[in-house]
């Protein structure tokens, strides 16, 4: 299962990834992977990583840190994963000095999908940054649009997309469920 | 307590006038009221304008969402979304709109209702 969350700035969105992610691991039994991307710049920065840390802490989350080239990390074993967030790895693909730079998108999406093939479900966490209506710079411009990109990609691919508001999963999209109906649809017309 | 949240200029207050039969003397204005007036309110519009200026003036809210549970249970309250852009370059804008997103959640967590209006459209999205 593929399950990508949006949502705003404090809408709750990593704690309700956060619980899905654990309850996932709880009922299969499986190791419960988090993937770290946010780079501690400055004070503000750390202090943003120490809150999710304290959010995390007794969940029985295995940490591994990767703030660039997705596709290259290896997973201990095939587990349940979460990759928190997007935004994150997008800016540091784009920004930072080994990122993918143009190729920002694609560094993105290969990656979500080599940790997809890796894992038994993966819960991905991104940024609604497209709603303030403020015209920004060329470069802030082009981060938006490499973000909803992927964003678009991602959500086409998952098998369920939930939006976050003030901490209320709102379904955007759920393909498990059809499959659920059209598996017992065909059931009941084959007993017929 | 009730929340209405959404961006702004949704008609988040004619649709919670017109849902909950409110005369506009039922709504405080939270751009401009005092903390007393908050807990005497039937509603309460610009939430968030209320925080921005608790932020300003240095004093803590983290006690608010208890507070108004305890003294103003009945309250409705509307409140932008403020969320859902790029991150701001100063770090006031930056604690702003992330102090106010997490007083939603904790507010949406104490309220039996939350409602989320769009284009004037209001829908339900937590309810009991």
Redesign the interface.
Known sequence: MFELII??????KS?YAENLAMNLAREEYLPLYYIATMLPYGE?GKKRIERHQKLRAGKGFYTIECYVNLRRLVLPARGIVLLECLSNLTANEMFEDDGAKEQTTEAVLSGVSKVREGSRHLVVVTN?????G?T?DET?VR??KYLGEANQRLAAMADQVTEV????P?QLKNTLQKTEMRDKCESVVEQL | MI?I?G?AFQGKKAYARQTFSLEETDITDGGSCELEEIFQARALSHFHEYIRRCLEADRDVSTLPEMLGKKNPQVILIAN???????PTE?FD?EY??????L??A???EAEE?H?VVCGIGRV??YG
């Not at chain 1, 609604?128 to 303030?132: G, L, R, V, W």
């Not at chain 2, 979304?81 to 991150?87: K, M, Q, T």
């Not at chain 2, 709109?97 to 997490?102: A, D, K, L, N, P």
């Open positions: 949502g705003g700035s404090g809408s709750g704690e503000e609604d940054i497209f709603s303030d403020i920004y802030t981060y938006q508001v003030c901490g209320i709102l | 929340l949240v961006g979304e403020l969320g859902s852009g790029v991150v770090a930056r709109r992330e102090t106010v997103g997490r939603c959640c507010l949406a967590k939350v989320r999205i937590k």
